[in-house]
């Protein structure tokens, strides 16, 4: 699948879905993608940026949101022209697909929504990439009906990401089976990370997580032969603005991505 000129599925190398979860401000946001855009550049390892402008399903009614729908877009558009990578972001309603489309290359239907028919008829209609995430309460294998969703409108440009399910209060755990299962449905095939790793509610008002085990999810993931990593980074995740506890440290990420690559071109020569 082509998504404004890079290549993902069909044994192309690893792609990297990254950025910070919410825009915190246009500068951040900027600076965040223009960091991003250099790393992998020297890594050699495809982009799509992602953000979101509005994070609808905080914990609390007192969590920051984002910049919301108009301002969020006209900042993500900015980040398109200056740095020309593919813009991934949310949408959570149907009347937001339409705007969100004309900036955005890939839309993407939280993990709460999946099951959100309009939702995901009108994603499908835009013409857009539609990555969709497997909600925590779902079995992999009950993904294929969102994804038939999208397809019923003729749209089969569709990524499906796997980010953990319910395991007990306060806990993810993602399957590796699931990525296995996922892959049978004959779309490229994603890996959340960082939200694999998350505590969701574990902070109490808020989200807490595990960063420490975000390179170990991701090596296996990797070894699984996903074809693409969804990772929220900031240079400085103890005052980010949403999901700092599961976010990637930013200058960690060099040499993460050289170690990926390594097994990536271990492993895709070797699936079916």
């Given at each position: 699948?082509?998504?404004?000129?890079?290549?993902?599925?069909?044994?192309?190398?690893?792609?990297?879905?990254?950025?910070?979860?919410?825009?915190?401000?246009?500068?951040?946001?900027?600076?965040?993608?223009?960091?991003?855009?250099?790393?992998?550049?020297e890594q050699d390892v495809p982009l799509i940026f992602k953000a979101s402008y509005d994070k609808a399903n905080r914990t609390s009614v007192a969590s920051y949101r984002g910049p919301g729908l108009i301002e969020g877009l006209r900042i993500l558009a900015r980040i398109r022209?200056?740095?020309?990578?593919?813009?991934?972001?949310?949408?959570?309603?149907?009347?937001?697909?339409?705007?969100?489309?004309?900036?955005?290359?890939?839309?993407?239907?939280?993990?709460?929504?999946?099951?959100?028919?309009?939702?995901?008829?009108?994603?499908?209609?835009?013409?857009?990439?539609?990555?969709?995430?497997?909600?925590?309460?779902?079995?992999?294998?009950?993904?294929?009906?969102?994804?038939?969703?999208?397809?019923?409108?003729?749209?089969?440009?569709?990524?499906?990401?796997?980010?953990?399910?319910?395991?007990?209060y306060n806990n993810l755990v993602v399957d590796m089976r699931s990525l296995v299962i996922l892959r049978e449905f004959g779309f490229p095939m994603v890996l959340d990370v960082t939200h694999g790793v998350q505590l969701p509610g574990g902070a109490g008002g808020a989200s807490?997580?595990?960063?420490?085990?975000?390179?170990?999810?991701?090596?296996?993931?990797?070894?699984?032969?996903?074809?693409?990593?969804?990772?929220?980074?900031?240079?400085?995740?103890?005052?980010?603005?949403?999901?700092?506890?599961?976010?990637?440290?930013?200058?960690?990420?060099?040499?993460?991505?050289?170690?990926?690559?390594?097994?990536?071109?271990?492993?895709?020569?070797?699936?079916?």
């Amino acid at each position: 699948m082509r998504i404004a000129g890079l290549e993902i599925g069909a044994g192309a190398p690893l792609c990297l879905i990254a950025g910070p979860c919410v825009i915190e401000s246009e500068e951040h946001a900027l600076g965040i993608a223009t960091r991003l855009a250099s790393i992998t550049r020297e890594q050699d390892v495809p982009l799509i940026f992602k953000a979101s402008y509005d994070k609808a399903n905080r914990t609390s009614v007192a969590s920051y949101r984002g910049p919301g729908l108009i301002e969020g877009l006209r900042i993500l558009a900015r980040i398109r022209e200056s740095t020309g990578l593919p813009i991934l972001a949310d949408v959570h309603e149907p009347a937001q697909v339409a705007p969100a489309a004309e900036v955005c290359d890939v839309l993407q239907i939280p993990a709460f929504l999946c099951r959100q028919t309009d939702l995901l008829l009108e994603a499908g209609r835009s013409g857009r990439v539609v990555n969709i995430k497997k909600g925590q309460f779902l079995s992999p294998w009950d993904l294929r009906h969102a994804a038939e969703k999208v397809a019923s409108t003729g749209n089969t440009r569709i990524l499906l990401t796997e980010r953990g399910a319910s395991f007990g209060y306060n806990n993810l755990v993602v399957d590796m089976r699931s990525l296995v299962i996922l892959r049978e449905f004959g779309f490229p095939m994603v890996l959340d990370v960082t939200h694999g790793v998350q505590l969701p509610g574990g902070a109490g008002g808020a989200s807490s997580g595990q960063p420490q085990f975000i390179e170990p999810l991701a090596r296996a993931g990797v070894a699984t032969g996903v074809d693409a990593l969804f990772l929220e980074v900031h240079e400085a995740p103890e005052r980010a603005l949403s999901d700092g506890p599961n976010a990637l440290r930013l200058d960690l990420l060099p040499g993460l991505l050289a170690r990926l690559r390594q097994i990536d071109a271990l492993v895709k020569p070797w699936l079916p």
